[in-house]
């Protein structure tokens, strides 16, 4: 008998999910959100995504530095020390400061930011070389100009050097155009003084166009110029006798987990301040951290993090819309089955039976309505590149401007965990909707629905 | 009169009809806090752009001298109202132990630049001044005075994103090192000839802060009087020169043709005092500050648009709710619909009578949601500043989105078609359940079995 009572929680569900037409409209009302929310969160967390993996890609796992741009000395020592640690693969110093830049072809000058690197450790630990263009795959002559390898050469963010095309794509000459670059900056001193106040404050250096760097980051690719580590530290001022350096960016071994990592370097490097106590230049050191490339770089990261979060926030109160529409539905399907619902609970149906029925009810509503959301969403996310290219093909429309926002192909990757996210969503918000009506169901009186007057 | 009668009893007596108004509500409120907040943001952006820049900006392929001419020839066609002539350059400024800062160095006539643009009340200290801003800075070091942007020698607080005006206001009379320069052309066509490249660096104090409340410009802004800009940049030349024009147009002065009447006399005094080739004087952008934000602005309309799109989509599901709701209300209410057609009511009154309750249903709602979101909107910066008490998390960054606030002005326009929009969509969800009301048989109905 109680098998049988269950059978029929499967059939009356199916039943009213085929015969009540009524309830086709909760199912598309759950299939348009769905569709909506798998199509936005997909491009959405596609475009977090890929901006995170820039960032990492752009500082490696971990960074040892300072803020101040007078950098901290004994970092050769330091970087010998991380180097011979097992988790850590490899760990390449960095210069950071900012610089005046005079192209040859204007009388005007900007100020951009410099990284002094040695190309083939940043390589090493950052995709610096995947970033280049005309020395990828011979990163150790990324300063060696192509036309004359001579020439100290310096590595450009590639808006620096060119427009991006409507299609978010670049046009490169065949080799680099030769063309001096006057580079300014202010040197200083260990305790953060105008190394030169008595000749002039500052030093300029020319350096020949070798190459550009594309990271996919709009504000480094507009502003940040690579040069060598040594000319970098002459022309900031953090060579001599103790030489000096902004950060070191470290790369992990891949079995080794992020957090885990950064605890050992921030142990390592707890140890080495230590020990360098009583050292002349010691007092550069107070400024140093350890970060994660997540905490190094949560200035921006965050941001998109948050952009993320408060589309979730309002599509969940969209979502609210949807609990309304089931809960509707399930009131007028209950109140047309208040005799079948009697006839159930005369043969001996109980309170729980009855509220499962129809919560596996509105589970299939649910469901059914979250798979064609999905499906519907996949297919147009399989062809939303294409569709956008056609658009633009006609009628130049672009969901973004790629002259103006720093993406190529719209991401469509779809997520498993997303979808299974979005799907468990829907079916929770179809319970919430159903609810109080199979609550309502489930305490309907058989004496009251079946009296002969209600029939 | 029935109809009415009928209208309201339904809405008072039928509480399921609070889910529909509701959703319309909530729907309402949505759209008008999204569209509102956008373009706050977007007239919040172009309207930056005439308080720092003017109405309408000349940008000259080269430096030009006899300026004051041409702003004589300008003020004297009465479509402009002022104009000041600017040079603009970067350079890095020094602040202090290890704090060196990118900076773009603007050098203006102070009088001339306040009846252009409203830069006088984002200076900290001379906004309430009587007189125009002075670069003077009460004889310390014999220093020139500068006007320093408030993010150049601060940070926000990183959790309030606040600055602290108190210990940046101490900052002013503060010594500082600029490094500026210009490239010279060597003399040759070869491009990797050396340049010559005239480097400067001066030593300057701070004679004012300014906060205009936009973070891109207050992170890089610093004033010089242009006289002094061009002694430091070019010493050599004869006689004031600049690289812009910044101009205040007439009240009454319609954009268009103002901007033709300044192509024209600057086409003019271009070819007859400065001698300039018709190439030149064609390299020169002549623009409103509002079309030189014109593809960021289009950018962010669109994305506004796309927004509102989506959200509408799903808004759409209000419409299902009404249907669904008043079908309930017509199967529950056959015999009373049947009642009234037998006492001679038409078919087209009875659908009248749900067509109404929808509408009803549409303004009650819209109007509540217009309500909230016109209450949000407005209240939107307190909401923010509690959500980051109570949760610990800043949605707003000046560093992220540009401005300190978040400009919560309700547009009224996109306001008045979303409502309008919303009592439609209630219509034409009760559209069918009318159709099924008008066509109810009495006979059927109100047979006994």
């Given at each position: 008998m109680k098998h049988g009572l269950d059978v029929y929680k499967i059939i009356l569900a199916s039943r009213y999910l085929v015969k009540r037409r009524i309830t086709y409209f909760a199912i598309v009302a759950v299939a348009l959100c769905v569709f909506i929310v798998v199509v936005v969160m997909t491009v959405l967390t596609g475009l977090v995504s890929d901006f995170k993996q820039a960032n990492h890609g752009f500082t490696g796992d971990c960074v040892v530095g300072t803020e101040s741009l007078v950098g901290f000395a004994y970092f050769q020592e330091l970087a010998q020390k991380l180097e011979q640690q097992e988790y850590v693969e490899a760990v390449s110093p960095v210069i950071k400061s900012y610089a005046f830049l005079s192209p040859v072809w204007t009388e005007r000058g900007r100020g951009v930011q410099i990284l002094g690197i040695e190309p083939v450790r940043h390589s090493r630990v950052t995709n610096f070389e995947r970033t280049l263009h005309y020395r990828k795959g011979n990163v150790d002559k990324a300063f060696e100009p192509v036309y004359d390898p001579n020439l100290p050469g310096c590595v450009l963010g590639i808006d620096l050097v060119f427009e991006r095309g409507p299609e978010g794509d670049y046009t490169f000459d065949s080799s680099p155009i030769r063309v001096g670059l006057a580079i300014t900056c202010f040197p200083l001193t260990a305790k953060g003084a105008l190394?030169?106040?008595?000749?002039?404050?500052?030093?300029?250096?020319?350096?020949y166009f070798s190459d550009t760097s594309h990271t996919g980051l709009a504000r480094t690719d507009n502003s940040l110029v690579y040069l060598p580590l040594e000319q970098a530290q002459l022309m900031c001022g953090m060579d001599g006798p103790a030489p000096r350096v902004s950060a070191l960016y470290v790369k992990f071994k891949p079995d080794v987990a992020l957090q885990t990592g950064c605890d050992n370097v921030a142990s390592l490097w707890q140890n080495f301040?230590?020990?360098?106590?009583?050292?002349?230049?010691a007092y550069?050191?107070?400024?140093?951290?350890?970060?994660?490339?997540?905490?190094?770089?949560?200035?921006f990261v965050a941001a998109m993090e948050k952009e993320e979060t408060m589309m979730i926030v309002m599509f969940s109160l969209v979502g609210i819309t949807t609990v309304f529409i089931v809960f509707v539905v399930f009131y007028m399907v209950i109140s047309h089955k208040s005799k079948d619902i009697g006839v159930l609970k005369s043969i001996g149906v109980s309170n729980a039976n009855i509220m499962q029925l129809f919560m596996g009810f509105a589970f299939s509503v649910g469901f059914l309505g979250s798979v064609i959301g999905v499906l519907l969403g996949w297919l147009f996310l399989l062809k939303m590149n294409q569709i956008e290219g056609w658009l633009f093909e006609k009628f130049g429309f672009q969901l973004w401007d790629r002259t103006i926002y720093a993406i190529g192909d719209i991401p469509s990757r779809v997520e498993f965990q997303v979808l299974v996210t979005i799907t468990l969503s829907a079916i929770v918000t179809c319970l919430m909707g159903a609810l109080v009506p199979s609550w309502q169901?489930?305490?309907?009186?058989p004496v009251e629905t079946l009296h002969v007057s209600r029939l | 009169m029935l109809k009415l009668f009928f209208c309201l009893r339904y809405l008072r007596k039928k509480k399921i009809v609070l889910l529909s108004i509701g959703a319309v509500a909530l729907s309402t409120a949505l759209l008008i806090v999204v569209s509102s907040l956008f373009i706050g943001f977007i007239n919040a952006f172009e309207q930056t752009a005439v308080d720092t820049i003017g109405d309408v900006i000349l940008i000259a392929p080269m430096r030009f001298p006899k300026y004051s001419q041409l702003i004589e020839q300008l003020q004297q066609s009465h479509v402009v109202k002022a104009a000041t002539a600017t040079l603009v350059n970067e350079g890095l400024l020094y602040l202090g132990k290890g704090n060196v800062r990118r900076v773009n160095v603007v050098g203006i006539e102070p009088a001339s630049y306040s009846d252009v643009t409203a830069y006088k009340k984002t200076l900290l200290k001379q906004k309430d001044s009587a007189t125009s801003p002075t670069f003077e800075t009460g004889g310390a070091t014999g220093a020139d005075g500068g006007f320093v942007g408030i993010a150049v020698v601060a940070e926000p607080d990183e959790e309030t994103d606040e600055y602290d005006f108190a210990a940046i206001e101490k900052m002013i009379g503060q010594a500082v090192v600029l490094t500026t320069g210009a490239a010279k052309q060597a003399g040759t066509s070869d491009l990797a000839a050396t340049q010559q490249f005239i480097r400067r660096t001066v030593k300057l104090t701070i004679a004012d802060i300014v906060f205009t409340g936009v973070y891109d410009l207050d992170k890089a802004l610093v004033y010089l009087p242009r006289q002094r800009l061009q002694d430091i940049l070019y010493p050599d030349a004869n006689g004031p020169i600049a690289d812009r024009l910044q101009i205040k147009l007439a009240e009454d002065a319609?954009?268009?043709?103002?901007?033709?009447?300044?192509?024209?006399?600057?086409?003019?005094?271009?070819?007859?005092?400065?001698?300039?080739?018709p190439y030149n004087i064609d390299q020169t952008t002549i623009t409103t500050a509002k079309q030189m934000q014109y593809r960021y602005v289009a950018a962010l309309y669109k994305q506004m648009r796309i927004l509102l799109l989506i959200f509408g989509i799903v808004s759409l599901s209000v419409i299902m709710l009404v249907f669904c709701i008043f079908y309930m209300i017509v199967l529950f209410k056959q015999r009373d619909i049947a009642v009234m057609k037998s006492c001679g009511a038409a078919s087209g009154s009875i659908a009248c009578i749900f067509v109404g309750f929808g509408a009803s249903v549409g303004i009650i709602g819209s109007v509540l949601g217009a309500a909230s979101g016109y209450l949000i909107t407005k209240n939107i910066n307190t909401i923010e500043e509690w959500i980051r008490i109570v949760f610990g998390l800043k949605l707003w960054k000046s560093s992220v989105y540009i401005f300190s606030q978040i400009?919560?002005?309700v547009d009224w326009v996109s306001c008045g078609k979303i409502i309008a929009l919303a009592i439609a969509a209630a219509i034409v969800g009760t559209f069918i359940p009318a159709i099924v009301a008008a066509r109810t048989r009495p006979v059927e109905i109100l047979r006994y079995e």
């Open positions: 190394a030169r106040a008595a000749t002039g404050l500052v030093n300029t250096k020319t350096f301040k230590q020990q360098k106590a009583e050292a002349k230049y550069s050191l107070d400024t140093v951290t350890v970060q994660s490339w997540k905490e190094y770089r949560r200035g169901a489930a305490r309907l009186s | 319609s954009e268009e043709s103002a901007l033709a009447q300044i192509r024209g006399i600057w086409s003019t005094f271009a070819s007859e005092q400065l001698e300039w080739s400009p919560n002005q």
